[in-house]
């Protein structure tokens, strides 16, 4: 079992694997992701939670595929700790504004499931430093409208909910958090408008 032929199996589904470390690999959106589930039938037939079933199907497949079992972050509770987890790949860090940063995906992490296997699997890549520590604008900081996000928790959950309940927060309901936006990583990962408006949606239904 290696790293590649993990990401291989994820590959065609628009998923990638986002960090590793000992048996167990995290599994979240790629570019490209959107295209594949707007083709699923958990994304149109009108049940509740269509990302979950469909993560839940697909990786679960990838897993029987493995012989390996999966957690989820919809599980619980208790839930499983996928912060945790993620910090231990090496490839997520806490960016300037608490979120979870990765080398790759920027801000707009998306973490699907964790495949776990039984056996250590060796060589997952890691990221040296942070991304944000090359980043000298840092324009995350000053990007929330309201200020719900800093480095010191606990976040402003009322205060973002509030703001895009108003017209001034419809962009960040239709085009996503600007927080998550104005990372450059987050700017070169291409996820798509419709595919955070979809987020959104879930994280605050109107």
């Avoid at 806490?94 to 801000?107: E, K, R, T």
């Amino acid at each position: 079992m290696t790293p590649d032929a993990i990401c291989d199996a994820c590959a065609p589904h628009g998923l990638m694997v986002m960090g590793g470390s000992g048996g167990r690999v995290l599994v979240g959106c790629d570019v490209g992701f959107w295209e594949v589930f707007q083709t699923s039938p958990e994304y149109s037939d009108g049940a509740p939670h269509p990302l979950d079933r469909w993560s839940k199907r697909i990786i679960g497949g990838i897993a029987g595929h493995f012989g390996a079992t999966t957690a989820f972050p919809s599980d619980g509770p208790p839930y499983a700790p996928f912060i945790a987890w993620a910090m231990e790949t090496g490839r997520f860090f806490q960016s300037p504004v608490g979120m979870m940063v990765h080398d790759v995906a920027g801000l707009m992490i998306s973490i699907r499931g964790a495949l776990i296997f039984d056996t250590t699997i060796p060589d997952f890549p890691t990221a040296a430093t942070s991304p944000c520590d090359s980043c000298a604008d840092k324009p995350c900081v000053a990007a929330c409208p309201v200020g719900a996000l800093s480095a010191e928790p606990p976040y402003d959950v009322p205060a973002c909910k509030g703001f895009l309940d108003t017209d001034a927060g419809a962009d960040c309901m239709t085009r996503g958090c600007k927080v998550r936006r104005a990372c450059p990583v987050s700017q070169q990962f291409n996820r798509p408008d419709s595919q955070s408006h979809f987020h959104m949606k879930a994280f605050h239904p109107t």
